[in-house]
């Protein structure tokens, strides 16, 4: 295989679970502890370096929460069963879409009242 053939196939600017999964894009498959911290109860810190799929991550925490497993068929948090399929309603706060918007904390807190 060609190696440029293949770089359409990589997630390069894409966030989105869905849009990686509607577009088949290369997305290695942790549905499975996805589904584990779904689970588990109690609060949940997340700290991974710049660039590390934290937005991908949580993107795929709102996906599987808003929709359930519509988006996961053949994935291991699907063929594992893992997740009962149960969704709730999601409230998303993009923070670094206020960083745009504003430098200082008083606007910020104003966008979100």
Same mark, same amino acid.
């Given at each position: 295989?060609?190696?440029?053939?293949?770089?359409?196939?990589?997630?390069?600017?894409?966030?989105?679970?869905?849009?990686?999964?509607?577009?088949?894009?290369?997305?290695?498959?942790?549905? /499975?502890?996805?589904?584990?911290?779904?689970?588990?109860?109690?609060? +949940? $810190?997340? *700290?991974?370096?710049?660039? &590390?799929?934290?937005?991908?991550?949580?993107?795929?925490?709102?996906?599987?929460?808003?929709?359930?497993?519509?988006?996961?068929?053949?994935?291991?948090?699907?063929?594992?069963?893992?997740?009962? /399929?149960?969704?709730?309603?999601?409230?998303?706060?993009?923070?670094? +879409? $206020?960083? *745009?918007?504003?430098?200082? &904390?008083?606007?910020?807190?104003?966008?979100?009242?």
């Amino acid at each position: 295989m060609n190696n440029a053939a293949g770089i359409d196939k990589l997630p390069l600017n894409v966030t989105s679970f869905s849009e990686m999964i509607s577009q088949s894009k290369i997305y290695v498959d942790k549905t /499975d502890l996805v589904g584990t911290i779904a689970l588990s109860k109690g609060p +949940l $810190f997340l *700290s991974r370096p710049r660039r &590390f799929g934290k937005s991908t991550l949580v993107n795929t925490f709102h996906e599987l929460f808003a929709n359930g497993l519509d988006k996961f068929k053949g994935l291991k948090i699907d063929q594992q069963h893992i997740w009962q /399929d149960h969704t709730y309603q999601v409230i998303h706060l993009d923070l670094s +879409l $206020f960083k *745009s918007i504003s430098m200082s &904390f008083s606007p910020m807190c104003a966008l979100m009242r």
